[in-house]
Structures are given as structure tokens and as C-alpha cells.
């Protein structure tokens, strides 16, 4: 089965809630982007030299929507907004959604500095990972952070995705092409559900 819409699903579990990212999030995205600026930056995708050379600029909000909705539409993206009892606390994206042989995707994320470590993306990005194994029936997930990011990788290895390798210099991150790590979740490594194992393990 493939998913293709413009807008993802909504996701609950307990007080944590993904729901479709819209245009007109931008106040409320734009103003916790704004408040996070030094804790998310050194995390942030840029764009290297090649790509100023080709005339590429950050996109904007708007333009960041438009081009999501556009690939969730080709079944390649599925882009939330993270809620917290309601409120916009950060984003969570699957990307590079594949089907036929290969049937994996990779997700990425982050977080307002003023709710992490509540287990907020680790409830997100397990809903998503069961998401794509469950409705998706994608095979294979991937996590990709970079290896100082201690607390982005403390979120993998609790939703229970396993380090796998390593990328040298991956993604243009900070002004620079930058190396990750990668870990790994397989459909049936958590036969009850990731969600359900995060809610074991965290019960210990």
C-alpha cells in the first residue's frame, strides 16, 4: 500500500499529537524557529557553496510548505507539526519514501528546547515509525544525526532504533558538510509496536 495526499495524518497518543504542518502554522513556527534559534542551529540544514553558485536560498516558510505538500502529493513525504496539549512545539518529517524493492524512508526532527527530554519527539517519531510500518508497510526506517548530537541520538536509541553505521559528511548542516551516524529500525524488531515498546520501556 502507498499513501499519497497533500496533508499527513493525524497521530495521537496521550498528549502528544502530529498532525498536518499548513501555511497557516507560520506564526506559531516561525516564532518557536525564533526563540530556538541557538539551541536548533548548529542542527540546521543549509545550503553549500554549489548550491548558492546555482542560485539556491533557504526556503521560507510558505515556500516550505508549498514544496512538501507537493511531494506528499507523490507519496515521497509525509511533513507534521508536533503538538503538545495543543500547542506547536516542533516538526517532524518522513522523507524519501520509497515502495518496490527497497520500501524504507528516514525521518527527521526537532524540537522547542523548553520540551525536551518530556518525551515528546520520542513519542512522535515512534507514532511515525509505526505509521510506516503499520499503514505504509515500509521495511526498513533510518534516523540519520549527527554524532555530537547527543540528545537527538539519546531519541533514537529510546524509541529503539539501533546505531548502524556511519556517513562521512552526509549533509550540509551549519554551514558545512557534516558527518552522521545512522541507526535503523527494521519492520519486526518491536513485533508489539514501537509505540508500545517505548511505553515498556519507559514504564522501567
Known sequence: MSWRS???????EGDVRLRPLKAS????????RRRNQAWLGPWDATVPDEGVRAGEVPPSFHAMT????????EGRVLPWATEFRGRLVGQITMGGIAYGSLRSAYIGYWIDQE???RGVTSMGVAMATDYAFDVLRLHRMELNIRPENTSSRAVAEKVGYREEGFREKYLHINGDWRDHVTYVLLAGDLPAGVVA???AATRH
Open 66 to 73: 508549498r514544496r512538501l505538500r507537493a511531494e506528499a502529493r
Open 25 to 32: 502554522d507560520a506564526r506559531a513556527w516561525q516564532e518557536v
Open 6 to 12: 497533500d496533508v499527513a495524518p493525524t497521530l495521537n
Open 115 to 117: 520540551f525536551a527530554g
Open 197 to 199: 515498546g517505548l511505553r
